[in-house]
């Protein structure tokens, strides 16, 4: 475990040690349209410099991941497959440990963004098997400032130190500086020492709530909110059933921005996310700019839910 600044951080730690070493001109990245830019800018700007490809795993109409093509399109030249085990727009929890299994079949490395995951999932990196697993403090009631690259030891040992300076070296001369053991020689520099002691205390309380009745109580209410917005004509909820997804709940109006909608709940005392949430290429997928997204924890309740849906339905009327 190595600490880091948050998920993005750690992405961009993978995709400059163990890619810049490892990729090569014609290798191939395999990606889901389903992604965090954070998830995607990092191998786009990798696949740059390094001359290898970006394929992409689809998403199908039921806002779940088009699976069957996954043997379609990893192959030998496969080195790399980089998913999120949750989506942030559609809440979609992905299949983590199959496509693992599919991508190590053939030789590639896995790197799951558990960003949204994290704050809700039992799953662990050793279930999914994952060769590299990231998250974020702030999105687990934790700091921001902090986040976490977990990593299978001989691969993170097999990788260069990412940035230098003090704290990741054993020792330094004139000619040159021998690095760190792990997890210090990716640790450069004073650590987040204040964001790293208040990580802690969030993550015993998530883990003594327990996952199953984090889960089961924001499906509670994403399923009251998704009923509520049902009479509200034309608006279309961008995710699957509420069994297959975590507690978000992502809409479109047709004819209303979602800046406008943000606008108005905002000043009906209701904070909900509006624009593109950092996934383009899912929103082009499905032919909508932006959208409306309502994110639902356990610290919320149904009155909550309840205000937001009052206030939405306005919004649409107005
Ligand atoms: C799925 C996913 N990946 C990556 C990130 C980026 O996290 P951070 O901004 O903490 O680096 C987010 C944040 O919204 C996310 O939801």
Known sequence: MIFTPGTTASI??????????????????LLTEMEHHSNIV???????????????LGVRDDFQLDIESLDRLLSGRTKLVALTAVSNVLGTINPVREIVDAAH?????VLVDAAQSAPHGKATASD???DWLVFSGHKMLGPTGIGVLYGKRELLESMPPFLGGGNMIKSVSKQGFVAADLPHRFEAGTGPIVEAIALKPALEYL?????DAILAHERQLAQRAIDGLSSVSGL????????????????????????????????AGVAIRVGHHCAMPLHERFSVGVSARAS???????SEVDAFVTATLRASEL
């Open 296 to 302: 639902f924890y356990f610290y919320n309740t149904q």
């Open 236 to 267: 279309r909820i961008l995710g699957p059933s509420i069994q297959s997804k975590t507690g978000i709940v992502s809409f479109v109006i047709p004819g209303v921005h979602s800046d406008q909608i943000g606008q108005y709940l905002n000043a």
């Open 42 to 56: 990092p191998w786009q700007q990798l696949a740059e410099r390094t001359g290898a490809i970006i394929r992409w």
């Open 207 to 211: 883990m003594r709530v327990g996952s």
């Open 128 to 130: 999914w098997d994952a």
């Open 12 to 29: 961009n730690l993978v995709a400059r040690s163990w890619g810049d070493t490892n990729l090569r001109p014609g290798d191939e990245i």
């Open 105 to 109: 079949r053939v030789g590639a490395k």
